[in-house]
């Protein structure tokens, strides 16, 4: 349980600087090129877990991959290669500082917020009566700031993004579009898994010439919340818990060991064993989303492994 990508710190050949995220590692190079390093640890309300996850950050990038090629036709993005299954190589973008939350079923956040009376989220007026995990109506884009390290997200609605200048009118409605058709494609593909796909995040930003593209990870189970479409008509008829591949089961073994991330909560200590099981929780998705089977790379030295590897594509092939 030991053998984790967590706290490495690369250099790259044509390194400029370094940002270490919650999970990724953003290595940005000369040329206006960037190498994101995903990594082992884990995050649920805005803190990152103590220990990390074996095969977390082969999983998510690969995931992310997979994804990525199958959308790139409709939305254009970053990314230009990967020379090991923990790394991406992109194109370094201008950001927007803000996360494109998309929901097609009232679940996780959403849900508890409408438990708590609200019926307003993110300028989006949902309608009375639904339970925890219903389908809504259409799918609706609940929008949110990007927090600095340790501070918790915030939804915002898209009247004060465009008010605050946070993106321009015209920039959000592309934003918008390039949402709707990355859900629906990604919806599309988890049908034809046994999947429903629930809700996602997106970020996107600019390129250097301008171009609006998608960046970062997409449809793995840290930005999305997956269900399995067999059985969820029952359960939801009976009022059950849908069975689910997403970070949703952490976060639900956090609020029941008492954190939410709130202060003076105390992160409580994940074993091997439990460990072991969110390792596993994360493979199943793998499988289930992309269709193959996990092939478990070899991580006794996985610092050596990505080092190697990555200097030798960017010696290679762009610097």
């Given at each position: 349980m030991n053998n984790t990508l967590t706290n490495a710190k690369f250099e790259f050949k044509g390194q400029i600087k370094f940002y270490r995220g919650k999970v990724r590692d953003v290595y940005y190079l000369k040329n206006d090129y960037i190498v994101m390093v995903v990594s082992d640890r884990i995050s649920a309300f805005d803190n990152v877990m103590p220990r990390g996850i074996p095969y977390k950050g082969q999983i998510l990038n690969q995931i992310s991959i997979e994804m990525i090629n199958q959308t790139s036709e409709y939305v254009p993005n970053w990314f230009i290669n990967s020379p090991d299954p923990n790394v991406s190589i992109g194109h370094l973008c201008d950001p927007f500082k803000v996360e494109m939350v998309i929901r097609g079923y009232l679940a996780g956040?959403?849900?508890?917020?409408?438990?708590?009376?609200?019926?307003?989220?993110?300028?989006?007026?949902?309608?009375?009566?639904?339970?925890?995990?219903?389908?809504?109506?259409?799918?609706?884009?609940?929008?949110?700031?990007?927090?600095?390290?340790?501070?918790?997200?915030?939804?915002?609605?898209?009247?004060?993004?465009?008010?605050?200048?946070?993106?321009?009118?015209?920039?959000?409605?592309?934003?918008?579009?390039?949402?709707?058709?990355?859900?629906?494609?990604?919806?599309?593909?988890?049908?034809?898994?046994?999947?429903?796909?629930?809700?996602?995040?997106?970020?996107?930003?600019?390129?250097?010439?301008?171009?609006?593209?998608?960046?970062?990870?997409?449809?793995?189970?840290?930005?999305?919340?997956?269900?399995?479409?067999?059985?969820?008509?029952?359960?939801?008829?009976?009022?059950?818990?849908?069975?689910?591949?997403?970070?949703?089961?952490?976060?639900?073994?956090l609020i029941s060991n008492d954190f939410q991330g709130l202060d003076g909560q105390i992160i409580p200590q994940m074993d091997d064993k439990y460990i072991e099981t969110v390792s596993e929780r994360y493979i199943e998705l793998y499988e289930k989303i992309i269709g193959k089977n996990f092939k478990k790379l070899e991580i006794n030295d996985i610092q050596k492994r990505i080092s190697v590897n990555t200097d030798e594509y960017l010696k290679s092939y762009l610097l």
């Amino acid at each position: 349980m030991n053998n984790t990508l967590t706290n490495a710190k690369f250099e790259f050949k044509g390194q400029i600087k370094f940002y270490r995220g919650k999970v990724r590692d953003v290595y940005y190079l000369k040329n206006d090129y960037i190498v994101m390093v995903v990594s082992d640890r884990i995050s649920a309300f805005d803190n990152v877990m103590p220990r990390g996850i074996p095969y977390k950050g082969q999983i998510l990038n690969q995931i992310s991959i997979e994804m990525i090629n199958q959308t790139s036709e409709y939305v254009p993005n970053w990314f230009i290669n990967s020379p090991d299954p923990n790394v991406s190589i992109g194109h370094l973008c201008d950001p927007f500082k803000v996360e494109m939350v998309i929901r097609g079923y009232l679940a996780g956040h959403a849900f508890r917020e409408y438990k708590k009376g609200k019926r307003l989220i993110c300028g989006v007026k949902l309608p009375d009566g639904l339970k925890e995990n219903d389908m809504l109506p259409d799918p609706i884009i609940t929008p949110a700031t990007k927090a600095e390290a340790g501070k918790h997200d915030e939804d915002i609605s898209r009247e004060d993004i465009i008010k605050n200048r946070i993106v321009s009118d015209d920039d959000y409605m592309i934003l918008e579009k390039y949402t709707r058709k990355l859900f629906s494609i990604g919806q599309k593909i988890a049908n034809e898994r046994g999947l429903i796909l629930v809700d996602t995040k997106y970020e996107f930003g600019k390129t250097k010439s301008g171009e609006i593209v998608l960046i970062d990870e997409i449809h793995t189970p840290d930005s999305s919340r997956y269900f399995y479409k067999d059985g969820y008509d029952e359960r939801q008829n009976q009022c059950l818990p849908q069975k689910q591949l997403s970070k949703e089961f952490l976060r639900q073994w956090l609020i029941s060991n008492d954190f939410q991330g709130l202060d003076g909560q105390i992160i409580p200590q994940m074993d091997d064993k439990y460990i072991e099981t969110v390792s596993e929780r994360y493979i199943e998705l793998y499988e289930k989303i992309i269709g193959k089977n996990f092939k478990k790379l070899e991580i006794n030295d996985i610092q050596k492994r990505i080092s190697v590897n990555t200097d030798e594509y960017l010696k290679s092939y762009l610097l």
